[in-house]
């Protein structure tokens, strides 16, 4: 069989530990035999990170504005620990943060549902795909312990240095404050990445806030949320066949609890972060969890939503065998190779991707996985595989579709 060519390269960007073991493995075994891979490499390794000051980090970025798509290995980011380990120079910053104000995007995640492992609410039959608003409210808030009575006021000075006080609080004795805020241009890329998502994945998408309480705040998501949907997305919702929802944040998540799923549930960025590890959690395990960040300009960077498995590493360094699972970084690459595809009208790269996904849930399907799965998995007849014999089963089983 001919290689499958490609026309516009995809940003690769490697990474960290365990996940760089795989990354490598999943090229070799299951990647390379069958595309002629076109990529732009960039190595987000540590080392390499230390050795360019993080400027490979921005380059990376970069380069996903110049082609649209990219796939990124899961890296570390640098605490106290990291630092002496690696000996950096600096507590270089996390390297999503630095992506994703380059790209400035929504990150959506997505589980990926096997046959025998049951997710814990018995109603869910298809994904929930949770789009987290990544900046801002209580990550980007000032706080105040108040020592003693007295009156808390919110200040606000323009420019031209008029001021407008509201009270919030006359305090009798000692207290807790906080403030908040947002960006209206922020809420309003979450707002486009997330209706451009629906649009792409063909579901309809969710959105709630606490707006019956939060009467400017909450309110403002609400109102531009709404007009950004009414001036530019109603008719494209219609065409698609999709609805956007908007309701209160305690009834979303009765209603997703009862939902059998297939959507996409919008949230702020707290009940972003509380919401997609309930989700993932309920849906089986976080080596199953996909990610995908979503520009407003249309830029998509794929990954998983995992870490660099550490624990599993040192003991690949100590020469013991692993079983990691590689699914979640397998769908990042099939991901974005889908999404050349797409972009570029090369229908076999798209029917590539999806045939390997397919072939890599079926080898779960009939019984062979890593160990975190075997955990959960309720077949009868499983085979728990190493990290490689992983990929080699889902080789066979692609093989064998063909
Ligand atoms: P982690 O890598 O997600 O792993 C935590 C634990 O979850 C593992 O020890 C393992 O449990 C289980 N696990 C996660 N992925 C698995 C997989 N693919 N197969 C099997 N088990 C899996 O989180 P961490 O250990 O807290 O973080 C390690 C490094 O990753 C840190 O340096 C952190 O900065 C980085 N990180 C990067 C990203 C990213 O790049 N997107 C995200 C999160 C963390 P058992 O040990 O019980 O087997
Ligand atoms: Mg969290």
């Keep these: 069989m001919a290689k499958i060519n490609m026309k516009t390269p995809l940003v690769e960007m490697d990474g960290d530990e365990m996940t760089r073991i795989i990354w490598k493995m999943i090229k070799d075994i299951l990647i390379l035999p069958y595309i002629d891979l076109k990529a732009e490499y960039y190595d987000l390794g540590l080392e ?97 312990r108040v020592p003693e009575a007295g009156k808390a006021e919110l200040v606000f000075t323009n420019e031209k240095g008029e ?116 989700v993932a959690t309920a849906f089986g395990s976080l080596a199953m969890m996909t990610s995908v960040l979503v520009s407003p300009e249309g830029f998509y960077e794929y990954e998983a939503a995992h870490g660099t498995v550490q624990r599993h590493y040192y003991q690949h360094l100590e020469g013991k065998e692993t079983s990691t699972n590689s699914m979640a970084t397998l769908f990042a690459w099939t991901g974005a190779l889908r ?18 996904d397919k072939a890599s849930i079926l080898t779960i399907e009939n019984g062979i996985m890593t160990k975190d799965l075997a955990m959960l998995s309720e077949l009868k007849d499983k085979k728990t595989v190493n990290t490689e014999q992983f990929l080699l089963e889902v080789k066979k089983t692609f093989d064998e579709m063909r």
């Excluded at 207290?175 to 998502?197: L, P, T, V, W």
């Excluded at 606490?210 to 403002?220: E, L, P």
């Design 48 to 144: 390499y990170r230390e050795k360019t000051g993080d400027q490979v980090t921005i380059d990376s970025a970069t380069a996903t504005k110049k082609y649209g798509v990219a796939v990124k290995c899961a890296t570390i980011t640098p605490n106290a620990e990291r630092v002496k380990e690696y000996s950096l120079t600096q507590m270089w910053k996390s390297p999503n943060g630095t992506i994703r104000a380059i790209l400035d995007g929504t990150v959506f995640r997505a589980p990926i549902l096997v046959e025998s492992i049951k997710p814990f609410v018995k109603t869910w039959a298809k994904p929930i795909t949770i789009a987290r608003h990544a900046y801002g409210d209580v990550y980007k808030n000032v706080e105040y």
């Design 163 to 278: 001021e407008t006080r509201h009270t919030i609080f006359d305090f009798k004795g000692p207290g807790i404050i906080q403030g908040q805020h947002n960006i209206d241009k922020s809420i309003e890329s979450f707002a486009r990445s997330c209706f451009n998502y629906a649009l792409d994945q063909k579901q309809d998408i969710w959105f709630a806030t606490k707006d019956t309480i939060s009467k400017q705040y909450d309110h403002r998501f609400k109102d531009i949320f709404q007009e950004i949907y009414d001036n530019e997305y109603t008719s494209k919702f219609k065409e698609a066949g999709i609805e956007y929802f908007y309701t209160l944040i305690d009834d979303a998540v009765a209603r997703v609890v009862r939902s059998e799923g297939g959507f996409i549930w919008a949230c702020k960025n707290y009940d972003g972060d509380v919401m997609s590890d309930m």
């Design 339 to 356: 999404k050349r595809g797409e972009l570029d009208g090369i229908p076999e790269l798209v029917e590539y991707a999806d045939k390997m």
